[in-house]
């Protein structure tokens, strides 16, 4: 994040945790002629349109009074995306029992990656139950040896 978006993040971060919410990420851009500031929130069970709403009335109006951006822009306030990034121990919490993706920088009983339903978490270790050719597994990951960890959608 730039310092602009840094500082539109540590404003708005407590007014959406009011609301409800978790801020994941604040993003301002230009795309052709326009500037955009995106707000992406998430919850427990997910963000929905009339959270988006509600959210974005409460922002505009907080952005209006901060004054932190000169000249137009579009407001956009919506969810990252079902398969996020996860950031820290606050959106493991919300990923308990969903789906998850585990990808590691070294062989744990010989895989690099899980895709699987997040079991439970601590300082050290996440636990995923995966399913493998025959049946379902649960694998212990170093917390250390994680390189990349999203949500994920199971069908």
């Given at each position: 994040?730039?310092?602009r978006?840094?500082?539109?993040?540590?404003?708005?971060?407590?007014?959406?945790?009011e609301?409800?919410?978790?801020?994941?990420?604040?993003?301002?851009?230009k795309?052709?002629?326009?500037?955009?500031?995106?707000?992406?929130?998430?919850?427990?069970g997910?963000?929905?349109l009339?959270?988006?709403?509600?959210?974005?009335?409460?922002?505009?109006d907080?952005?209006?009074?901060?004054?932190?951006?000169?000249?137009?822009?579009?407001?956009?306030?919506?969810?990252?995306?079902a398969e996020?990034?996860?950031k820290?121990?606050?959106?493991?919490?919300?990923t308990?029992?969903?789906?998850?993706y585990v990808?590691?920088?070294?062989?744990?009983?010989?895989?690099?990656?899980?895709?699987g339903?997040?079991?439970?978490?601590?300082?050290?270790?996440?636990?995923?139950?995966?399913?493998?050719?025959?049946?379902?597994?649960?694998?212990?990951i170093?917390r250390?040896?994680?390189?990349?960890?999203?949500?994920?959608?199971?069908?």
């Open positions: 994040m730039n310092s978006e840094t500082s539109i993040f540590e404003h708005a971060e407590p007014v959406v945790r609301l409800g919410y978790k801020l994941i990420e604040v993003e301002y851009a795309e052709g002629p326009d500037y955009f500031l995106r707000i992406y929130l998430d919850k427990p997910g963000i929905t009339d959270d988006c709403v509600r959210a974005s009335e409460v922002l505009g907080k952005l209006d009074e901060w004054d932190l951006i000169s000249g137009m822009y579009f407001l956009d306030v919506s969810s990252p995306g996020r990034p996860i820290d121990d606050e959106d493991l919490e919300m308990l029992e969903n789906g998850i990808k590691t920088y070294q062989n744990i009983d010989g895989n690099k990656e899980w895709t339903i997040l079991k439970s978490y601590d300082e050290d270790t996440v636990t995923v139950m995966y399913r493998d050719k025959t049946r379902e597994k649960t694998v212990d170093d250390s040896l994680i390189a990349t960890i999203r949500k994920a959608v199971l069908l």
